[in-house]
């Protein structure tokens, strides 16, 4: 069984960065796995960031963070990375990591049901 703990989430000012981690536990890495970033901003739905599919390498992201983001993993120490440059207020919430086993057809389209294993969130609040 997979669980996820996220950390690195905080305050910054516009501009600045961050860089969540998400460590894993658990067999994660296959194939046909996936790791992805979702976040929710207070009073919208979850909406998924970026995702990263193990077997290819293949990265994804949300047209809103392309260019600022980048999603990566460390398989030796069995954590994901958020780096989050440039930052802007409309990056605040809560960042989920999560998983799933699938296509990675599925992984690009960064749909919240296709994931089964969620961490607790970590926030990332950014002011203006």
């Known amino acids: 069984q997979v669980r996820l703990a996220e950390s690195g989430g905080g305050s910054v000012q516009a501009g600045g960065s961050l860089r969540l981690s998400c460590v894993a536990s658990g067999s994660y890495i296959y194939t046909w796995a996936c790791m992805g970033w979702f976040r929710q901003a207070p009073g919208k739905e979850r909406e998924g960031v970026a995702s990263?599919?193990?077997?290819?390498?293949?990265?994804y992201y949300a047209d809103s963070v392309k260019g600022r983001f980048t999603i990566s993993q460390d398989n030796a120490k069995n954590t994901m990375y958020l780096q989050m440059n440039s930052l802007k207020p409309e990056d605040t919430g809560m960042y989920y990591c999560?998983?799933?086993?699938?296509?990675?057809?599925?992984?690009?389209?960064?749909?919240?049901?296709?994931?089964?294993?969620w961490g607790q969130g970590t926030q990332v609040a950014v002011s203006s």
């Open positions: 999560a998983f799933f086993l699938g296509s990675a057809t599925s992984c690009a389209s960064l749909r919240e049901g296709d994931f089964r294993t």
């Open positions: 990263f599919y193990i077997g290819s390498g293949s990265t």
